[in-house]
């Protein structure tokens, strides 16, 4: 069963607009998020993070949101720039990091 | 529904000793990555298979080899290890060579005392 899921296998934004990327979660042991990029034969890259205690961490055109409750997590890029099409990854761990789980990915895709 | 299986989960090795990762991706995927996270690091992506054929080479060393089996599992195998393989090691599987809707598996922790 999959602790970390991404329902949007792939979104598509205009320049300049915002993108938002999901991610669910159901294990209540994770208290740490963390979003990746990932570009073809490539690792993920990490991105932005947020610890559990908080509910929104920004840096630059990244935000991320958690809704610990709804145990649901967003990632915003505003504005989106086509250098930001990309596989997105969202993974989860607890608070030692023996469970760490990836979520399956969005492709995201901004046309110029 | 089955996830991406990955044995063992914890492996203690010496150095310059050998270790065989394994690798059982999703029901009908044909495609599966491998990645190395050391602690505190990004994941590295190693190689992938698709269709049991090498499909993209990163950097895995060459003291490592892979390879996927006509059952579409794929096996890590590792020689000579040095102290800096120690990392937790990810397998994902994806059909057709989609790099999204990638599953990873739960990864192999891999100890090199």
């Known amino acids: 069963d999959q602790q970390v899921k991404q329902n949007s296998p792939s979104l598509s934004v205009q320049e300049g607009r915002i993108s938002i990327l999901n991610c669910d979660y159901t294990?209540?042991?994770?208290?740490?998020f963390l979003w990746y990029k990932k570009y073809p034969a490539e690792g993920p890259t990490f991105l932005i993070s947020i610890s559990s205690i908080k509910d929104k961490n920004e840096d630059g055109r990244f935000t991320v949101f958690l809704n610990k409750s709804a145990k649901h997590l967003s990632l915003h890029i505003v504005p989106s720039q086509p250098g930001d099409s990309a596989v997105y990854f969202c993974?989860?761990?607890?608070?030692?990091?023996?469970?760490?789980?990836f979520g399956p990915g969005t492709r995201l895709s901004v046309l110029p | 529904a089955a996830g991406v299986i990955q044995s063992p989960r914890h492996l203690i090795k010496e150095k310059r000793e050998t270790a065989t990762l394994k690798c059982y991706p999703i029901p009908r995927h044909d495609t599966v990555y491998w990645y190395q996270q050391g602690p505190g690091q990004d994941p590295q992506f190693l190689i992938s298979?698709?269709?049991?054929?090498?499909?993209d080479k990163g950097s895995i060393p060459d003291r490592f080899s892979a390879q996927q089996f006509s059952d579409y599992h794929s096996e890590l195998n590792m020689s000579s290890l040095e102290l800096g393989d120690s990392a937790l090691y990810f397998c994902a599987s994806s059909l057709g060579r989609r790099d999204y809707e990638q599953y990873f598996g739960p990864g192999t922790r891999l100890t090199v005392t």
């Open positions: 298979f698709y269709e049991k054929m090498q499909s």
């Open positions: 294990n209540s042991m994770f208290d740490y």
């Open positions: 993974a989860a761990t607890d608070n030692y990091g023996q469970n760490f789980v």
